[in-house]
């Protein structure tokens, strides 16, 4: 079976004056997987997020995205493309209406205004948002904040959706619903999602491939069971009772 390249990150370095963030990173995502992107606090992750998705140039190496170089491109060419990310600290209109907020999403890909309408309600149902349309996106709580976040990025119907963390923060219950959406929609729309999170047991429950980094380096990749049984992530990150 030949699998499909999504994103493909060659070489990838990214440097801030003396700092290097990120040295030579190589990986790729595949069609229809959700891949897990981890490491200690510092290791790059939020660094190669940005690079891939238009926030900072790169220093050296080529990202590919749908067989396209958007190395160069800015965040509303490669969010054109059908590659959007979401922040680690939510990133919506706060004086808004959910309804609102997701609204706005829209108009990046779509024309008309009955389109746009029915995007709306299909996200919201999607996220379990629909009972919060009208309430002001700044007074739900967080968990429903994080949703709505998602939501927006959703929105858009991406091919593949880059999701920065977006496990801070929830409980255990709002954590399992998280991941069935996470699940639903990769399974519905047939997109991949690119995941940063530090809940390593939600990673290990929902991600088909993990890559590793450990300060800007690749560390290694592999299945959930190959990473949790690798030594040098072992010593690096998940530590002795992993």
């Known amino acids: 079976m030949t699998t499909e390249i999504l994103l493909k990150v060659e070489k990838l370095t990214r440097r801030f004056g003396g700092l290097t963030a990120v040295s030579n990173l190589s990986f790729d995502v595949q069609k229809g997987e959700i891949l897990g992107l981890i490491g200690p606090n ?3 992750k939020s660094t190669t997020f940005n690079c891939v998705s238009g926030f900072y140039p790169a220093s ?3 990202i590919e995205f749908l067989g ?3 190395s160069k491109m800015n965040t509303a060419q490669v969010c054109h493309k059908g590659l959007v990310r979401t922040f680690q600290h939510d990133s919506l209109l706060t004086d808004m209406t959910v309804y609102d907020n997701i609204l706005i999403a829209t108009f990046s890909t779509i024309s008309v205004k009955s389109e746009r309408v029915r995007r709306v309600h299909e996200t919201a149902e999607i996220l379990n948002l629909s009972d ?3 309430d002001i996106a700044g007074n739900l709580p967080h ?3 994080r ?9 858009t119907r991406p091919k ?7 496990l801070t923060g929830l409980n255990q219950t709002e954590v399992g619903g998280a991941l069935a959406t996470f699940r639903r929609i990769r399974d519905e729309f047939k997109l991949s999602i690119l995941l ?14 993990i890559v590793v980094l450990d300060h800007g380096i690749f560390l290694a990749a592999g299945s959930p069971l190959e990473i949790k049984q690798n030594p040098a992530v072992i010593s690096a990150y998940l530590g002795k009772r992993a």
């Open 60 to 62: 050296e190496g080529r």
């Open 160 to 166: 593949l959706l880059c999701l920065d963390e977006p």
């Open 147 to 155: 949703r709505v976040s998602i939501a927006i990025a959703f929105a």
């Open 132 to 134: 919060h349309l009208q």
């Open 196 to 209: 940063v999170e530090h809940n390593m047991k939600a990673v290990m429950e929902i991600c088909d491939r």
């Open 68 to 70: 396209e170089d958007i």
């Open 143 to 145: 968990g429903l904040q």
């Open 42 to 44: 510092g290791a790059g």
